[in-house]
């Protein structure tokens, strides 16, 4: 969907003021690592919630997305799709499930990191995204609107050392950033092969190489892979 050049980064991180803060949540000590975690096809199973509605908007009978340009799957002009998303966005991302042991994951990951959601969706997209992210009792840290964005420089501001996408793009973008990544597999990114990305089956899996510091390390001057302390958190 829509880049936006001009799209201005919002975030609420902590105590700290980056933009207006929309929704607060505690932070742990600054010394954990930070983990940035997709909430499009990698938390929310948003895809496959919203092929039907898009099958029966747009006349095809997909099965499932296999492309995450849309305009490449219907036969319609991208701004049509665009406008689709932006008049019916609230219904639309108030639709999916979560991923499967999405929420016991980030449970056990955020005993030993603080979680950053990094999502593409816009400013105007936070309250029906905090609501279905309290709906579904999903534990994070702090979130980061993109509007569109490449993630990678976002995410290296904020210390990210870690992360998982759905997005081959957003892959790129992070590892270029010198961010260590898992990507989280679908249909649509099965053609990507990277030798320094780890495709990752489910949360199970992604948790595991997690906490096992088993991610191929990014290549950065400024910061080297770590993980999970060995004690844990205390709040």
């Known amino acids: 969907m829509s880049q936006g050049k001009g799209s201005k980064l919002h975030l609420w991180l902590g105590n700290n003021g980056y933009d207006k803060p929309v929704h607060r949540k505690r932070l742990k000590p ?3 690592p930070v983990l940035g ?3 499009d096809g990698v938390i929310a199973d948003s895809y ?6 898009l099958n029966q908007q747009f006349g095809t009978s997909y099965a499932e997305v296999t ?3 849309f305009e490449k799957l219907f036969p319609v002009p991208t701004d049509w799709i665009e406008t689709y998303f932006y008049s019916h966005f609230e219904a639309l991302f108030a639709l999916p499930s979560p991923m499967s042991d999405a929420r016991r994951s980030l449970t056990v990951l955020r005993h030993f990191s603080k979680v950053i959601l990094l999502t593409t969706r816009r400013q105007v997209e936070a309250p029906v995204t905090y609501a279905w992210l309290k709906k579904w009792r999903i534990p994070y840290d702090a979130i980061v609107f993109t509007e569109g964005q490449p993630k990678g420089p976002i995410a290296s501001k904020f210390a990210v050392v870690a992360a998982i996408d759905d997005d081959p793009e ?3 973008s992070l ?3 010198g961010i260590n990544t898992l990507l989280f597999d679908a249909p649509y990114n099965r053609s990507f092969c990277s030798p320094r990305t780890l495709r990752v089956r489910d949360w199970h899996q992604a948790t595991t190489l997690f906490a096992l510091r088993q991610l191929p390390p990014a290549t950065s001057r400024h910061r080297q ?3 999970i302390p060995t004690k844990k958190r205390t709040e």
């Open 30 to 32: 600054l010394s954990l």
């Open 37 to 39: 975690i997709d909430l």
């Open 48 to 53: 496959r919630s919203w092929l039907p509605l």
């Open 67 to 69: 492309d995450l340009h």
């Open 170 to 172: 957003q892959i790129v």
């Open 175 to 177: 590892r270029a950033s």
């Open 225 to 227: 892979w770590y993980m």
